[in-house]
């Protein structure tokens, strides 16, 4: 068996372009579909699909862990964010090509079933942008909370920390205590509330205040309370805070991810699979957290086919915690990818299809052609015009 033809088909859901990349064989009717997304980096990461395809023509497509050093290896230059994206996005092509092959779901191929069902949250607003990133009151905040478990969720995700330099005001503090206060009230205490700071404090100090704030309400986890990077910052406040700490949506392969582990500064780390290499990868990263005794809850707020990959990866994945979704970030979410993703009582069932178990509308897809992304991150602006993060 031998790869053909690799291609990329983008479909725009606003703030986001799904990139979807597709792998053909030599075998009639034999291809897989993985999915490359990366925010704002569109055009970026489809060429570089581009220009890791003639490295893969030729070879055979269930030689996965190879494909995966050859792309790295003899690119020569290291890939970043973008290639990684791209790498991950043929290999997990790959693996739907090799379970189709072989007439099993991709689970079966990474170990088994080790859960009948995955845990799953989403975002406030189901996604909706706006609901996600632009609610920052807490009237706004309690609808969209009550409205996400009625549709059966358990678990909620909400980014309402303001943007914030190296200090953060009281004024602020105060605001988003009350609005995790009314959050919590609203929903009780069978529902959990996940909060992601986003990297916007710049200073432990000013995290800490308010997870300080964040604490009586007893989140989940605090998710990205520092930009990636500042291992010794997540260490500190590790030791000064109780609430669980989570990250690594950032971060790129298993190396990156290593530092981390060795300072035991984190309860949750947060692997993309469409970013850090794909499926074998964000396994490797599992079983590095799984020795130090850290759970894993992978960063996907991506389409459809990341959606499905993260599910096979939940549904093998001993320390896997629980598994973020937003399959309502756009209305015609399951009408590009038909896949087996099935929510009942606030879980994924177990696919049983081949492969990942997708097909794509690509004439449904060419309704939706490449767009500019929404900018939101540029909004990431203080009063004084000082540039903070996103």
């Not at 859901?13 to 597709?22: D, G, I, P, Q, S």
């Not at 009350?178 to 995290?207: C, N, T």
């Not at 692997?271 to 809850?297: F, R, T, Y």
């Not at 049983?352 to 992304?373: C, N, S, T, W, Y």
């Amino acid at each position: 068996m031998k790869i053909t033809g690799i291609r990329t088909v983008v479909v725009n859901a606003e703030m986001r372009n799904w990139v979807f990349v597709r792998v053909d064989t030599d075998v009639a009717g034999l291809y897989g579909w993985g999915e490359a997304t990366l925010e704002w980096k569109t055009r970026g990461v489809v060429g570089a699909v581009e220009d890791l395809a003639p490295l893969m023509l030729g070879r055979d497509p269930r030689d996965i862990e190879q494909a995966v050093r050859v792309m790295k290896k003899h690119s020569f230059w290291r890939l970043g964010a973008v290639g990684m994206s791209a790498v991950s996005g043929i290999e997990l092509a790959l693996w739907d090509i090799l379970g189709k092959s072989l007439d099993v779901p991709v689970w079966r191929l990474l170990g088994g079933k080790v859960r009948d069902k995955v845990r799953v949250y989403t975002h406030l607003g189901l996604g909706d942008m706006r609901a996600v990133y632009e609610s920052l009151d807490a009237a706004p905040l309690v609808e969209h909370a009550r409205a996400v478990v009625e549709k059966g969720y358990s678990a909620f995700k909400a980014v309402f920390i303001p943007y914030t330099h190296f200090h953060a005001p009281v004024a602020d503090v105060d605001k988003v205590a009350k609005m995790m206060e009314a959050l919590r009230e609203a929903v009780g205490p069978s529902v959990e509330i996940m909060v992601d700071f986003h990297g916007r404090p710049a200073s432990v100090g000013a995290a800490l205040a308010y997870i300080e704030a964040l604490a009586p309400a007893r989140p989940m986890f605090v998710e990205e309370v520092l930009p990636p990077g500042d291992t010794a910052g997540l260490a500190a406040i590790a030791g000064r805070t109780s609430v669980p700490l989570a990250t690594g949506e950032r971060l790129i392969e298993r190396v990156e991810f290593d530092e981390l582990f060795r300072a035991r500064a984190i309860d949750i780390i947060q692997p993309d699979i469409c970013h850090c290499g794909g499926l074998l990868e964000a396994k490797k990263i599992a079983a590095m957290a799984e020795a130090v005794s850290i759970g894993v809850a992978p960063h996907n707020p991506l389409g459809p086919i990341a959606g499905v990959a993260a599910l096979h990866f939940a549904v093998s994945t001993p320390n896997h915690v629980i598994q973020e979704e937003m399959v309502g970030a756009v209305p015609w979410y399951f009408d590009v990818v038909d896949g087996p993703i099935r929510m009942v009582d606030g879980h994924w069932q177990v696919p049983e299809r081949p492969g990942l178990g997708i097909e794509v509308d690509e004439a449904m897809a060419a309704k939706h052609p490449f767009a500019q992304e929404v900018m939101h991150a540029t909004n990431a602006v203080m009063e004084d015009g000082t540039i903070v993060d996103w």
